[in-house]
């Protein structure tokens, strides 16, 4: 059976100024799968979630959603298509004045109907789903690390996206939350059906969770393939950064 492409990047180039951040960058997203996008700080990790997102457009190439072109869609269908996609930011962005539970809330209060019993049932599934359900009235401040990123997992999910985007979802935290985050995405992905783009440098991490993974080198998509492909790809760039060495063709 085929692989159905949910979104993709189509010969995107992007600029910030004078900085080229993306050139004639192409990748599908497997509908149901994890892709991991791996590659140095700066590489332009984060700019790819954004630009699925609709939050970035390119100035060369387009980027598609369901088949729907973001970079040239008016501004009302693209928040339609927002309504399917969620990004979990990396310091989980919460607001510290409201409870856990307000904080997960928000999408649907601001974004639907519902009425509030229906708002706790979702929020109450989603704070479940990250082993939160305990930590329901607590403030931000009172939560650890890991348990904030579980917390922005939460919000991400609780309206039930087709894509969710994760933006280095593991970066400061201990081996053991690295774990348990690592595992609480694969369990959202398994319980939801749904798929997940994640950009980050932990190898472990990655390797347990990502069906296909993308490496971006001076903004260049400079492979592609199921984790198993990278792993054995002899692109020496691609080589050198998953052994961490020092001698190779990437300047240190």
């Not at 783009?197 to 260049?220: K, N, Q, R």
């Not at 990278?230 to 001698?247: H, K, M, T």
Request: negative net charge; proline residues 4%; charged residues 20%.
């Amino acid at each position: 059976m085929a692989e159905r492409i949910i979104a993709r990047l189509d010969s995107v180039s992007l600029r910030f100024g004078d900085r080229l951040v993306l050139q004639n960058c192409s990748l599908p997203i497997v509908e149901g799968a994890i892709t991991c996008i791996v590659g140095l700080s700066g590489a332009g990790k984060s700019t790819v979630l954004r630009l699925l997102d609709g939050l970035v457009r390119p100035q060369e190439g387009h980027v598609y959603v369901r088949d729907v072109d973001v970079c040239h869609t008016k501004e009302r269908e693209l928040n339609k298509i927002r309504r399917s996609i969620s990004l979990s930011f990396q310091f989980a962005a919460l607001l510290d004045s409201l409870t856990l539970e307000q904080n997960v809330s928000l999408p649907l209060v601001e974004n639907t109907n519902m009425r509030r019993s229906e708002i706790r049932q979702k929020v109450s599934e989603a704070l479940d789903a990250v082993g939160l359900t305990f930590a329901n009235t607590n403030l931000p401040a009172e939560l650890s690390g890991g348990m904030l990123k579980r917390a922005g997992f939460a919000r991400a999910v609780v309206t039930q996206p087709d894509l969710i985007l994760y933006d280095e979802p593991t970066t400061g935290l201990d081996p053991i939350s690295v774990h348990l985050i690592t595992k609480t995405i694969m369990r959202l992905r398994e319980r939801s059906n749904g798929t997940a783009v994640v950009t980050s440098h932990d190898l472990p991490a990655i390797y347990m969770m990502a069906d296909y993974m993308a490496m971006l080198f001076e903004g260049v998509i400079i492979a592609y393939g199921t984790t198993e492909e990278i792993r054995q790809s002899q692109n020496p760039i691609v080589q050198q950064f998953l052994a961490g060495d020092e001698v190779g063709p990437i300047p240190i």
